[in-house]
């Protein structure tokens, strides 16, 4: 199976320049490495960046060439195209900026923007109908972890795609190359804290046998980790199977550390 790995810029950089001096570290790098016998210019993984939506259109632009992808960070849940929804980003403006992806359910949108499971549904419904790919975040919470109710919270958050096939049956063509599921426990994103490969690994086995449940042509999902991912644990991560790629937060923001958890994950499908 492809590995992906995805860079989730968040709300970095701040200012046009210091994206610029990104992404020139970034296509520099990507080039260097593809001049050379790497395990990157085996073409492997998947990469795909996710800048902040004032920056989509001016980073798409920049990578159009390349073969680094563009998502969106979220989208607009009241309408796939134009509103009077004021803030608001539709699936039809990201996918006009050159994003062929979006990021939603983040636990930063759950915890701060109090994202519910309609409102998710309503956004895949507004991605899938604009050809938009989605990158599903779930994760448990520190003390649903220490209570040993991951499995349980995962489950509830994976029912958005068995709600959303309820209503919109016709996007079960789409779901098997436009889905991705992250798991990212909330506990371990930008703390430090990482849970055991193990763990993680049995994790996303369940999550692809119940996602599996849903529809027999959603059987090969494909599932990343997220969560203090970098350069020196992404080789623990990508040697087991169960683990398709990453979601990546910080270490994205520094072209050497992304390209070295690519590399791991390329190593690792050689």
Not at 39 to 49: G, I, K
Not at 95 to 104: C, N, P, Q, S
Request: hydrophobic fraction near 40%; aromatic fraction near 6%.
């Amino acid at each position: 199976m492809q590995a992906w790995v995805i860079g989730n810029w968040k709300q970095n950089p701040a200012t046009s320049h210091d994206v610029n001096v990104l992404v020139d570290d970034l296509l520099t790098a990507i080039h260097a490495e593809t001049q050379t016998d790497t395990s990157l210019s085996n073409n492997r993984c998947t990469l795909m960046v996710a800048p902040s939506c004032i920056h989509l259109a001016a980073v798409s632009a920049r990578l159009k060439d390349s073969p680094v992808l563009c998502a969106a960070q979220d989208i607009g849940g009241h309408s796939a195209s134009t509103g009077a929804y004021t803030g608001d980003c539709s699936a039809q403006q990201v996918v006009d900026a050159g994003a062929t992806w979006t990021i939603l359910g983040h636990s930063e949108r759950r915890q701060y923007y109090k994202e519910s499971h309609d409102s998710l549904v309503k956004k895949l419904t507004h991605a899938f109908s604009q050809n938009l790919g989605v990158v599903l975040c779930i994760g448990e919470t520190q003390t649903e972890y220490d209570n040993k109710q991951t499995l349980e919270v995962i489950d509830t958050q994976l029912s958005v795609i068995k709600d959303l096939l309820a209503e919109q049956p016709a996007f079960i063509s789409l779901l098997s190359e436009h889905l991705i599921i992250a798991y990212e426990p909330v506990w371990a994103i930008g703390t430090g804290k990482v849970p055991t490969v193990t763990e993680v690994s049995n994790t996303h086995q369940h999550i692809k046998q119940t996602v599996a449940g849903f529809a027999e042509t959603l059987d090969a999902m494909t599932v990343l980790y997220g969560g203090s991912v970098n350069a020196d644990n992404a080789d623990s991560f990508a040697a087991d199977p169960m683990i398709d790629g990453a979601l990546v937060g910080g270490a994205s923001l520094k072209a050497d550390s992304f390209l070295a958890i690519a590399n791991a994950f390329n190593r690792a499908n050689a």
